[in-house]
């Protein structure tokens, strides 16, 4: 009976540590896009002019997009909750620093710190929450969870953003951070185990971590400036071509070296690398509704903040559905490629129904389908990815795949958003240079982008056809003990393909 009862209480505390995790992550997501619909109430508040606001986006991104991998691995090295709590006090430190923020100068320096916050602490999330629960039903309904949130997040920093602004001021979308923050960390310190790291003489490399970050920060800052540079300037050509060349010393260099920073034997799993790729082609598709879609939704049909959140509230519906009810049962039953497929699928219709919007929306049959259709996708798609994505890890390389597929959804996100954004301002450019109407040239500009969204989204398809086996875990070869030992965090079919 007692041991029952520790039992239930153990599980009951596992749950609680995953919720507030995730809790962490939903805050770091949603800064990502409250800020978004709170930009003109910023620029008139602070003086900013045009080129000056964009920096109050790509002040975050550029730090948390450059920082990921590097923090899950230091993750691993020194201890993922002794990581999640640092970054949490960052974020949450720089979150009051921006709501109080006198100056355009002030901000943008805030906004780094939170940028370099967020992904400290969400780097290792994911690896945690794979070490927590090693089963694999369990496993799949955790990552559930996170995938949700993490999916999801982004429409709901709409809602909020749009909310708070229209309520009471732009100070607010940060404010709200401090208390959420607290929390948080108070609850973690009590209910997140303490597990020990590696120990940095496993992969302590200060030259490679130099390498890495510098090489992950100069791509962002390239790509986040090709809107104001154009893809073939000198800047843009020479950053990429400098990034390129940092990323693949450090490649060579973890080759190399006895103890990497970033194991290369990660990337050896099919499922893993497959994985990656394919996250990275679908987050171009997301990232273009929320970012493509909010200006069409505001500069077209003329939507309010608020408004705009309220429209996007129906996918976040139906991606909480698929993720917490029913993504963990259905991969359970037919395997992760089969709802990795099925979801493809449906974000490539929703982005096909995107690209014929008009100028005079019924929102019932104009927007609400498109939304239901990448909300179902999203939510059933990204666990099971996530899942694929985490398969090759051991526990002392867990914050390291974590890192790895937080990378894949930032970076991948900004150059494709770049892409869309650029094509579609040049199309729109085009069309007004020939007498078009202003509108109807925006509008014809996003359904290029959502067409070259579902293009990538069929590539996706492809290759997860191609590349990713079906896998039937009843006919599955058990690994050898010499396979096992090397991998002994793993489900037997994952252990045995990583090896």
Known sequence: MTVTADAQQTDRKRWMALYVLCAGVLMIVIDATIVNVALPSIREDLGFSESGLAWVINAYLITFGGLLLLAGRIGDLIGQRRIFLVGLGVFTVASLLCAVAPSQGTLIAARFLQGAGGAIASAVILGMIVTMFPEPREQAKAIGVYGFVASAGGSIGLLAGGALTEAINWHWIFFINIPIGIATAVLATRLVEDRPGIGFSQGADIPGAVLLTSGLMLAVYAILEVHNQGWGSAQTLGLAAVSIALLAMFVMRQARIPNPLMPLRLFRSRSVSTANVVIALLVVGMFGMFFLGALYLQGILEYSALDVGFAFLPATIVMGAMSLRYSGPLMLRFGPRATVIASLVSMGGGMLLFARTPLKE??????????????????????????????????????????????????????????????????????????????????????????????????????????????????????????????????????????
Not at 376 to 399: H, I, K, R, W
């Open 362 to 499: 019924t929102y019932v049959l104009d927007i609400l389908p498109p939304m239901l259709l990448v909300g179902l996708g999203a939510g059933l798609g990204f666990p099971s990815l996530m899942t694929l994505s985490m398969s090759g890890a051991t526990p002392s390389d867990s914050g390291l795949a974590s890192g790895v597929v937080n990378t894949s959804v930032q970076v991948g996100g900004a150059i494709g958003l770049a892409v869309l954004a650029t094509l579609a301002s040049e199309r729109t450019e085009g069309l007004v240079a020939n007498g078009t109407a202003e509108a109807a040239a925006l509008n014809s500009g996003y359904h290029l982008a959502y067409l070259i969204g579902a293009a990538l989204v069929v590539v996706a398809i492809a290759i997860t056809v191609i590349v990713l086996r079906p896998q039937a875990p009843s006919t599955a070869v058990p690994p050898s003990d010499e396979a096992r030992a090397a991998c002994p965090a793993q489900p037997a079919q994952a252990c045995a393909e990583t090896v």
